[in-house]
């Protein structure tokens, strides 16, 4: 059995005080009375892969001139998306769910047959079936619930701003790419506020900022995060678009809840005050 794992590193610009930090449902598919969730509820959430057995190259967590880093996972959504390794090589497509059975097509053409051998709130217990090859996959719950798919993060829409654009783009338009990516946090924040997530995982997404409890720290164009590079034509762009997210950052003032102790449900209010101001 293959052991993938996950480094993180925290460089940061103090924005306040800080101390570390310890929608239109879809009736149709989501039970939110029964008090042991359907299938479909536990399993539209972001898995992150822990072990593989007979592992494919995309299962495998890797680094980029040891410092990007590629990490293996999936999100099934709730309109039948899904996005497969979501901090890693994306691969957009769409699923059925029968029985323990999952069909998935994927936007590249290829398809795959996902068998459920096991799914709880921790835990999901994988058997993939693709190109006459087949994969025991061990997914960690992030404990993040988007009931509806048109506030996922990982949506098509809302993580379009990470894909590298053609060519050089304007001022205006690298702001609404800046700008888009701090939507994509407070969709991804409420993801784990939904499911009452005191922790949230950051590892192998694209981003220029930290977290803290009344604070947000913010990289340095010497240390800038290279996947948050690759979302834009060119590293001067990337610092364009990260000295732009500074200024909004420290320009204006924002209202931090003190009387909150869960620093993710703090945080979330203070990133759509930031997403609203630009």
């Known amino acids: 059995m293959r052991k993938l794992t996950f480094t993180s590193v925290l460089l940061c610009l103090f924005f306040s005080n800080c101390v570390l930090p310890s929608q239109t449902r879809n009736e149709k598919l989501i039970d939110e009375t029964s008090e042991v969730p359907d299938t479909f509820h536990l399993l539209t959430q972001y898995w992150e892969l822990t072990d593989a057995d007979h592992p494919m190259v995309k299962d495998v967590a890797f680094k980029v001139d040891s410092v990007a880093q590629y990490n293996p996972g999936i999100v099934f959504m709730t309109d039948s998306s899904v996005l497969e390794n979501p901090a890693g090589e994306m691969t957009y497509g769409k699923f ?20 459920i051998e096991s799914v709880n709130k921790e835990q999901l217990l994988l058997s993939r079936t693709e190109k006459k090859s087949t994969s025991k996959l061990t997914y960690k719950a992030t404990n993040t619930s988007w009931p509806n798919a048109n506030k996922n993060p990982f949506s098509k829409q809302n993580y379009k701003w990470a894909q590298k654009p053609a060519g050089p783009e304007t001022a205006d338009e690298i702001k609404s790419r800046v700008k888009q990516s701090v939507q994509f946090y407070v969709y991804y924040f409420t993801g784990f506020i939904n499911d009452n997530a005191r922790e949230i995982d950051f ?25 948050w590079m690759d979302c834009f034509y060119s590293k001067e762009q990337a610092n364009e678009g990260r000295q ?34 630009m």
């Open 244 to 277: 732009m997210l500074e200024d909004a950052l420290v320009q204006k003032k924002y209202n931090w809840d003190t009387n909150e102790s869960n620093w993710i449900k703090q945080t979330m209010p203070v990133l759509k005050q930031i997403y609203n101001g």
């Open 203 to 227: 590892a192998g997404l694209p981003n220029c900022l930290h977290w803290y409890s009344g604070g947000i720290a913010i990289d340095n164009e010497e240390k800038l995060d290279k996947k």
């Open 96 to 115: 059925s769910l029968k029985g323990n059975e999952i069909y998935v097509k994927f936007d590249d053409g290829r398809k795959a047959t996902y068998i």
